[in-house]
């Protein structure tokens, strides 16, 4: 196979699975990690994709759409099954948390506490629908103009969440960067910056592959405003550094935890 037609697989690869190791393509197609690594070197320059530490991942777009819900609403992959294990620890008996309407959000539901009572609030029919079996969980729907993703951040929704004060706030986003905390449409970011701004603790749940990174709208432009950043340990270690040094608290875990 000629290194053109490798680079054409490759990124298929990318844009199917949205993610893809360079280990794992050395041994698909029988080549050196380090022929790997000269064609995702290429192919980042050429702006096709955007390398990561140990792989790639698509390039980001400042606005891009929505996830269909086959994938937003889905079991996760190994780096957000660990983030959600992970974020749960931090659930006390009688919180009140803000769980939104995320793939990471939707990951964390298998994994919450059955043994102690707290209330969740969240803008996500989906999420509201797989917690009413929860026995120990009082739950809260914020009301608004239901997007097509069960999610509602309208003005309404909005207002709604002026109501509320959590004692956690598991927060996401598209992207977070030394210039904040980052989303796609600005309808969101202002919903999630009244969440935030309510909450006693906000916890941050970002994969890898967001750190790093500016979307759109920004819902904050001061990282002080995490507690804790829960990603995996594969960040790169420039993006790390930038965390610690805007004092963001940073845990890793490994996808395999």
Same mark, same amino acid.
């Given at each position: 196979?000629? /290194?053109?037609?490798?680079?054409?697989?490759?990124?298929?690869?990318?844009?199917?699975?949205?993610?893809?190791?360079?280990?794992?393509?050395?041994?698909?197609?029988?080549?050196?990690?380090?022929?790997?690594?000269?064609? %995702? =070197?290429?192919?980042?320059?050429?702006?096709?994709?955007?390398?990561?530490?140990?792989?790639?991942? *698509?390039?980001?777009?400042?606005?891009?759409? *929505?996830?269909?819900?086959?994938?937003?609403?889905?079991?996760?992959?190994?780096?957000?099954?660990?983030?959600?294990?992970?974020?749960?620890?931090?659930?006390?008996?009688?919180?009140?948390?803000?769980?939104?309407?995320?793939?990471?959000?939707?990951v964390m539901m298998e994994h919450l506490p059955r043994t102690f009572p707290f209330t969740v609030?969240?803008?996500?029919?989906?999420?509201?629908?797989? %917690?009413?079996?929860?026995?120990? &969980?009082?739950?809260?729907?914020?009301?608004?103009?239901?997007?097509?993703?069960?999610?509602?951040?309208?003005?309404?929704?909005?207002?709604?969440?002026?109501?509320?004060? &959590?004692?956690?706030?598991? %927060?996401?986003?598209?992207?977070?960067?030394?210039?904040?905390?980052? =989303?796609? =449409? *600005?309808?969101?970011?202002?919903?999630?910056?009244?969440?935030l701004s309510n909450a006693r603790r906000n916890i941050g749940l970002m994969e890898s592959v967001?750190?790093?990174?500016?979307?759109?709208?920004?819902?904050?432009?001061?990282?002080?405003?995490?507690?804790?950043?829960? =990603?995996?340990?594969?960040?790169?270690?420039?993006?790390?550094?930038?965390?610690? /040094?805007?004092?963001?608290?940073?845990? %890793? &875990?490994?996808?395999?935890?």
């Open positions: 196979m000629f /290194s053109e037609e490798r680079r054409e697989k490759i990124l298929e690869k990318v844009e199917t699975n949205g993610r893809v190791l360079a280990k794992d393509l050395a041994e698909e197609y029988n080549v050196s990690i380090d022929s790997i690594r000269r064609d %995702l =070197t290429i192919m980042e320059e050429e702006g096709l994709l955007k390398r990561t530490h140990g792989g790639a991942i *698509p390039n980001q777009k400042a606005r891009k759409s *929505p996830q269909p819900r086959t994938s937003r609403y889905g079991t996760g992959d190994a780096s957000q099954q660990a983030i959600a294990k992970a974020a749960v620890e931090y659930i006390r008996k009688g919180d009140a948390i803000f769980i939104g309407g995320a793939s990471i959000h939707y609030v969240t803008n996500s029919v989906e999420i509201a629908y797989h %917690l009413r079996d929860l026995s120990n &969980v009082e739950t809260y729907l914020i009301g608004g103009l239901m997007k097509e993703s069960g999610n509602m951040t309208d003005g309404l929704a909005n207002e709604f969440a002026k109501q509320f004060t &959590v004692d956690v706030n598991f %927060l996401t986003a598209g992207g977070i960067s030394e210039k904040g905390i980052s =989303t796609a =449409t *600005p309808e969101v970011a202002l919903f999630h910056k009244t969440v967001k750190i790093g990174e500016s979307l759109f709208s920004r819902m904050t432009t001061s990282l002080s405003v995490l507690d804790v950043l829960i =990603t995996d340990d594969e960040v790169i270690e420039g993006n790390l550094d930038m965390l610690k /040094s805007h004092g963001v608290r940073v845990r %890793l &875990v490994q996808g395999d935890e």
